[in-house]
Structure formats: C-alpha cells, structure tokens
C-alpha cells in the first residue's frame, strides 16, 4: 500500500510543504508577504533567480517499486529537456496489453519544482498503476531563464518523440493511438495550450493520436481579478502577490496578465478550440472551491462546453491548490473521474 512507503526526501518535501503554511499563517496576521522569501528563491541582477536547493529536493527513478518502474530519458541536450516514464509494476509482462499513454506536465508556476520533485514523482507512479496506463512526465524549461513559451515548446517536443517510437517501453507496451494530454496548475495551463497548438497541426503526429486533455486545478490570470481570487488573497495559502510574480517572471517581455498564455479568454487574442471540438476530444478538467484559480477554471469549463467541446467539469467543496497531487484520497477519486471520462467514448 501506498501509505508504507517510507522516502527520506517525501518527509523533506512534507516539511517545506508546512513551512509554507506557517509562513502563510503568520503573514496573513500582518497582511504583508515577501514572494521570493515565501518561494524559498533569490532573484539574482541578471535576471535568474537562484532555488534554494534544501526546499526542493528531488528523488531518482525506480527500478524496483511495488507500484511502478519509472526511468528517465533525455529529450533534446541542447535543452537539457528529459521525461520520467513510468510503467505499472502490477503489468503482466508474460502477456502485456497496449497501454493508453498520460503525458503529464507537472506544475510549480513555470519557475518551481521538476518530474523529479517528490510529490509529482509518487503522483505519476500511483497514476500509472491504478489506471493501468504508462505515464511520460515532462521535464520542461522553467522561467525567468527560459520564459514562455519555452515550456509549450518542450512539452511539444515529448509529443513529437512519442510519436517516433524510439522508447521501447512505449514500443513495448504503449498504445499512442491512445494519447491523453494531462497537467496540474502550471502544467494544467501548458497542456492545455500545448493541445491547441497540436490540434492545429493535422496528421504531423501520426500514428500517435490525442483523445483529450486533463485540466487538474489549470493555472490561468488576468489583469482583473477573479472572485475567488479575491475572497482567498488574505486568508489562502497562496497569494496574489506570490502568483503576480510568477507571471512577471514567465510572461514574454513586454507583455501583461491579459496576454493569452495567461488569459484564455482575452478578447482578440482568444485561441480558436474548433479543431479540438471537430477532432472529438474529451476535456476533464477538476479543481475545488479552495482554490484561487476556481472560478477561473469553472469559467473555462462552460465556455469550452458552449464552443460545443465535450467537456467535464469535477469540482469540490473546500481543499486547496494542490490537493490532487498531495492527498492520495482525492486522488483516488479524480483517478476513478479520469477512468470514467475517457471509458464512454
């Protein structure tokens, strides 16, 4: 079971997780927060930003693991972009079915965290296992170094290499015929903007083939602010201040939170869904009320709906930003939505 394993760096991870809400605790009593203390990052005069490595470890892949094996596979070096694949250990290997595949973007704002971080790592194994699927996490280009959309185009860059076949798990076992985009928070925004741009694209990644996307708490802006963003900024775990500053920092130079990598719905810059509506994709996309970015996401769900997208929308009372990849109970739960999505085609 999920809950006997026992990793020194998931402890570590744990415990950055409540600092985090102790800061937040004692900075919402004097109404004030520094972002970069908050984010545990140093912004140097070039323009980087240093990570406190201690705050954000990362763990290897497994080759020995009651739920899945996972292995790391370089993308493009002169990126230095990579993928942790994982492959469900319970699979019969004797006799292997075709496995859908998951290319699962993790999130972290665009300038955090990694496929290596321990949360998104457990996440994907514990995926991979209960939807018997292999599961590709991307290993992107974070900002300020690389500003979008450097992380569109890594993410692309996976779909190209699974649709050469070069893996020989996905070879193996992988069916890319079966192909579902998935991202959580920054990586909710990535897939979903990645999937545009591929949907656009024709039969360039044939014989891989897009069923749909999975839309896990997306990260999404504007220059006006959101109800729930509003109601969370001075009791929630995450700022409006924390988040201004990961746009700043991710955003092409010159632009502002109404540009459409931000803002999906920013008038003449809005992104066309057609191809996804006439390709018959199936879009899932979950959050919770405890989430700043909730109305957002609820307004994205019965827009796609109205472009006439086949579209599900799961949202739950309270939680948090970032509950679907730290409690395993909720995840559990979207896992079976997962399964129920993409079962009634």
């Excluded at 763990?59 to 993928?83: E, H």
């Amino acid at each position: 079971m999920l809950q006997t394993i026992k990793h020194s760096h998931f402890k570590l991870f744990l415990l950055l997780i409540f600092s985090i809400t102790l800061q937040s605790i004692a900075q919402n009593n004097n109404n004030t927060i520094d972002p970069y203390k908050f984010l545990h990052i140093i912004p140097n005069p070039n323009g980087t930003i240093t990570r406190i490595k201690q705050y954000y470890p990362v763990v290897p892949p497994n080759t020995s693991f009651d739920l899945s094996y996972s292995k790391d596979t370089l993308l493009n070096p002169i990126k230095n972009t990579w993928v942790r694949t994982y492959l469900p250990s319970n699979l019969n290997f004797t006799q292997p079915v075709k496995l859908p595949v998951i290319l699962y973007v993790h999130g972290g704002g665009f300038i955090l965290l990694s496929a290596a971080t321990p949360n998104f790592d457990r996440f994907c194994a514990l995926m991979a296992n209960r939807l018997s699927v292999i599961v590709v996490s991307v290993e992107y280009r974070l900002a300020p170094e690389n500003r979008l959309p450097a992380a569109y185009e890594d993410v692309l860059d996976a779909l190209y290499w699974l649709k050469d076949g070069n893996d020989d798990w996905v070879k193996s076992y992988g069916d890319v015929s079966e192909c579902v985009l998935m991202g959580e928070s920054a990586g909710g925004n990535i897939a979903y903007n990645v999937g545009l741009k591929a949907s656009s694209l024709g039969d360039v990644f044939n014989p891989l083939i897009i069923r749909g996307m999975v839309l896990i708490q997306p990260f999404f802006g504007g220059i006006d602010r959101s109800g729930s963003e509003l109601r969370l900024d001075k009791t929630g775990a995450l700022r409006l201040v924390v988040t201004d500053l990961m746009w700043d920092m991710s955003l092409p130079i010159g632009t502002n939170r109404n540009y459409w990598y931000c803002n999906p719905f920013s008038g003449d810059e809005l992104v066309p869904v057609n191809r996804i509506q006439e390709l018959g994709w199936r879009v899932a996309v979950v959050g919770c009320d405890g989430d700043p970015f909730f109305d957002r996401q609820v307004e994205l769900v019965e827009w796609l709906r109205k472009q006439g997208v086949i579209v599900r929308g799961s949202f739950s009372k309270g939680h948090f930003h970032g509950v679907f990849v730290n409690d395993y109970g909720v995840a559990e739960e979207f896992f079976e939505f997962v399964r129920s999505v993409f079962s009634q085609r």
